[in-house]
């Protein structure tokens, strides 16, 4: 149901944009943005983007990442420019919104797409 795409291997320094779609019909999105998980560290919070177009960023992050979304597409992108070793991760998509005819509303999570900063 959440397709990304963007991932790879690149030097410190250097750029990756990553993106994601839901793949299936969706009433409302309230959050879309991206989650990390390094090996042997927990999952941690990159960026979220709400309903109102706000952003959150995690501080390690701030000033080389850029959130966006096309809410049409129901896609969210993330640019990472500057990046460094330590942002060597699985990315993972995320996206809470809620389904027609359904009162709750429901997380969606990617498989996640692998990211490898060389130094």
């Known amino acids: 149901q959440v397709v990304e795409s963007g991932g790879g291997l690149v030097q410190s320094g250097g750029s990756l944009r990553l993106s994601c779609t839901l793949n299936r019909r969706i009433g409302s999105i309230y959050l879309m943005g991206w989650y990390r998980q390094a090996p042997g560290n927990e999952r941690e919070l990159v960026a979220l983007?709400?309903?109102?177009?706000?952003?959150n960023y995690a501080d390690t992050v701030k000033g080389r990442f850029t959130l966006s979304r096309d809410i049409a597409k129901t896609t969210v992108y993330l640019q990472m420019n500057s990046l460094k070793p330590e942002d060597t991760a699985i990315y993972y998509c995320?996206?809470?919104?809620?389904?027609?005819?359904?009162?709750?509303?429901?997380?969606?999570w990617g498989q996640g797409t692998q990211v490898t900063v060389s130094s």
């Open positions: 995320y996206i809470n919104g809620k389904r027609h005819g359904f009162a709750a509303r429901q997380d969606f």
């Open positions: 983007i709400n309903d109102s177009e706000r952003t």
